[in-house]
């Protein structure tokens, strides 16, 4: 049981020093750093210290709480702040650009805030009311599962969508876009 009890603050040394590489490595490759990658550092980084300073695993348990719940907060900001949503920023940094409808960008977007918000409730939960075990456990294996879920339902729903303006374009249109 002692050694259990340590682990947890050896894996916490270690999401320190893991985010921070992460941080510099990203740097080194591209000379800038993610938002979310500085975001996900500092909350490590103070809930990480916290932890270790005060030998109290509850700092460190609110660690994916207090960054899911920054990201909602990101996300559900980005609809009153510039023209496009978060999540349509962030798609259409990719080559092939994705068209949707507005709504449709909108509702993907709040979801994910909604999402967010939701993931950091739930690893309270489990962080509260299971023993630090099946919360690690949780954290690792639960929370991906839930998130490939949730990624999964979005891009069906997005799908649909896709689809539909496939469907809608005339053969006209399809012949004219091939010629020019």
């Excluded at 994916?64 to 719940?69: A, H, K, M």
């Excluded at 259409?92 to 994910?112: C, T, Y």
């Excluded at 999964?152 to 012949?175: A, Q």
């Amino acid at each position: 049981p002692e050694d259990r009890q340590q682990g947890i603050y050896v894996a916490t040394y270690t999401i320190i020093v893991a985010s921070f590489i992460q941080l510099a490595v990203y740097w080194l490759l591209y000379k800038k750093v993610e938002k979310m990658h500085v975001i996900t550092f500092v909350v490590v980084l103070i809930f990480g210290a916290m932890t270790i300073y005060f030998q109290d695993e509850r700092f460190i348990k609110w660690k994916p709480t207090i960054v899911n719940w920054c990201f909602a907060l990101i996300f559900i900001g980005s609809h009153f702040i510039g023209d496009k949503t978060l999540f349509q920023r962030m798609i259409n940094m990719a080559d092939n650009k994705l068209s949707l409808p507005e709504h449709v960008w909108r509702r993907v977007n709040i979801s994910w805030g909604y999402f967010f918000i939701f993931l950091g409730f739930v690893n309270l939960y489990v962080a509260f009311t299971f023993d630090t075990e099946f919360w690690v456990n949780f954290k690792a294996w639960g929370m991906t599962l839930i998130n490939i879920t949730f990624l999964i339902g979005i891009c069906i729903y997005m799908y649909k969508y896709i689809k539909e303006e496939e469907e809608t374009t005339s053969p006209e249109e399809l012949e004219k876009n091939q010629e020019g």
